[in-house]
């Protein structure tokens, strides 16, 4: 298949590396408009570098710097824009240790990464949305939604708060052609997780127990995840809302 999501414009956030740059790229690929967003300028000069020089993106990549963080960045740069057909909500933290590790202001910025950009962003894009009766929020979730993991309390928790939003938004507009549908990867090798191996004691021991966690033996890659990304953006799931794919590498069996 090719150009399955072409003439959609799709705002992507944290898009300078990782899941989210994969998925700009990949929505690209199959003919979006996509806006990248994230607070790094270098990271996003790059990707529209990349999208630019790639001769299989028939859609475009556009840049803008916005912190999911601040409700004005987001209100800004969706009044610039047309009504979004594809919101993908990438930006996430990980915090590292469990219950009596974590400060109550880790556990705030936690939130406030992980779930509460989701919900101003997609407050911000659903009256366009609604003005079309058309639309698709795709959230990145993760396994640790699912399961428990050692040392990641504040990341589960607010995971596990993704997929409470996703069912919320889900519910609340099914009958007017908006979908909401969440991703829950296992671990993705991306720059975010080569900076937390690197913060322990022994990196090399560290990553093979990141890798040993998926039964497939590997980590994955932000491609993968990527494919999923493009598949619940498509035309091929209008019959599909509130429901979540993990790509996990086995971890959910």
Known sequence: MSDRVKGKLALVTAAGQGIGRASSLALAREGATVIATDINGDTLADLEREAATDPSVTGSVNTRIMNALERSDIEATIAALDPIDVLVNCAGFVHHGNILECTEEEWDF???????????????????MLGKKSGSIVNIA????????????????????????????????????????????????????????????????????????????????????????????????????????????????
């Open 142 to 253: 993760s396994i640790g939604a699912h399961q428990g993991l050692l040392n990641r309390f504040a990341y589960g928790a607010s995971k596990a708060a993704v997929l409470g939003l996703t069912l919320g938004i889900a519910k609340d507009f099914v009958g007017d052609g908006i979908r909401c549908n969440a991703i829950s990867p296992g671990t993705v090798q991306t720059p975010s997780l080569d900076g937390r191996i690197a913060a322990f004691d022994d990196p090399v021991a560290a990553r093979q127990q990141f890798i040993n966690r998926q039964p497939m033996g590997r980590l994955g890659e932000p491609e993968e995840i990527a494919a999923a990304v493009v598949y619940l953006a498509s035309e091929e799931t209008v019959f599909m809302s509130g429901q979540n794919i993990c790509v996990d590498g086995g971890m959910s069996i």
């Open 110 to 128: 936690a939130f406030d990464l992980n779930v509460k950009s989701m919900y101003r962003l997609s407050k911000a894009v659903l009256p366009g």
